[in-house]
């Protein structure tokens, strides 16, 4: 069958970047059918941007603001709605998708059977930093170490690599895959959407790195505090995640170095240890999962702005 494939990206009052991401997919092969943008904040810029794109998009405007898996998820319907739609490639609209990107996910997708492939993630700079884990040795100790791509490819070599998660910056997933595990969850409204339906989808399916394939993340710059909240919320979904779902439990054993890491990079403090352990109990204990109240309270308590894109951020769990 000639593949099909749909963009989906959901996005919030960030025309400027969801601009970028649509000009980065044209001239990415005859296998790409257009996109579905989802406008969460229901404005006329992004309408407009969506319009001028030098792809076909169609827009999908929500009643309300559906955050990252909510959104996602109505794009996914949308995008499948369309019979001939054999993949759908969910995108971050901060992301860009180098020349090629495409072609190589779909390469990837023959040799092993995949239903999800993702590429290699860089930063500005052109290191990977955004990755699916955990992989086989030793590429899993390589992708770690902020090589380039090229970098990777030569000490790792360029065939698929099975991974159990995934952030999604970038992700193509099969028409079948999302027929049999379903969209995402609209509860994960913001942190860790990506990491619960990726574990979701390689419970049933295959998925794998395609080393040949590399998109860019260029995610705006954050306010400490912003960081802080976004990473505490992530260790509460987490901790929901792998207490509360089966498909979860796989990240259990990841779990004190995630909390690690916000001790480290949040004050080694007794306060952080504190913040870090009320993620946990939120989250576990109390089967709560940060969400759109918490967002917009956070938001409101800190800046008299109006409030920014409720995207999630891609935080490494090993």
Not at 105 to 132: C, H, K, N, Q, Y
Not at 176 to 193: I, K, L, M, N, T
Not at 285 to 295: S, T
Request: one cysteine or more; a positive charge; aromatic letters at 8%.
């Amino acid at each position: 069958m000639t593949p099909r494939v749909l963009v989906v990206i959901a996005t919030f009052r960030r025309p400027e970047r969801l601009g970028r991401a649509l000009l980065s997919l044209h001239g990415q092969g005859p296998a790409l059918g257009g996109a579905v943008v989802v406008n969460n904040s229901r404005d006329a810029e992004t309408a407009r941007v969506a319009a001028e794109a030098p792809i076909a998009v169609r827009l999908v405007t929500p009643e309300r603001n559906l955050g990252t898996g909510g959104g996602v998820a109505r794009g996914l319907q949308a995008a499948l709605e369309d019979a001939a739609a054999t993949h759908a490639w969910i995108m971050d609209d901060d992301a860009d998708a180098m020349p090629g990107a495409l072609e190589a996910m779909l390469a990837a997708v023959l040799p092993v059977g995949a239903a999800a492939v993702t590429p290699l993630i860089t930063d500005e700079s052109g290191a990977v930093r955004w990755f699916p884990g955990p992989l086989p040795q030793p590429a899993w100790d390589v992708i770690r170490s902020g090589v380039t791509p090229a970098e990777f490819r030569a000490r790792c070599g360029g065939a698929p690599l099975r991974w159990s998660w995934s952030p999604w910056p970038s992700l193509l997933v099969t028409r079948e895959a999302v027929a049999a595990a379903g969209v995402p969850r609209a509860d994960f409204w913001f942190q860790s959407s990506d990491l619960e339906y990726t574990l979701r989808l390689s419970r049933f399916f295959t998925c794998v790195l395609a080393p040949a394939a590399v998109c860019r993340h260029l995610p705006p710059p954050e306010q400490p505090e912003q960081r802080r909240m976004k990473d505490l919320w992530t260790l509460q979904n987490n901790a929901f995640l792998g207490t509360r779902l089966r498909h979860g439990r796989r990240i259990l054993r990841h779990l004190p170095g995630n909390h690690y890491r916000y001790w480290r990079n949040h004050g080694r403090s007794l306060a952080a240890l504190g913040q870090s352990w009320a993620g946990f109990w939120r989250g576990a204990a109390l089967g709560r999962l940060a969400g759109e109240e918490d967002y917009y309270v956070f938001l409101k308590s800190f800046s008299s702005q109006e409030p920014s894109a409720p995207q999630a951020s891609s935080t490494e769990t090993a």
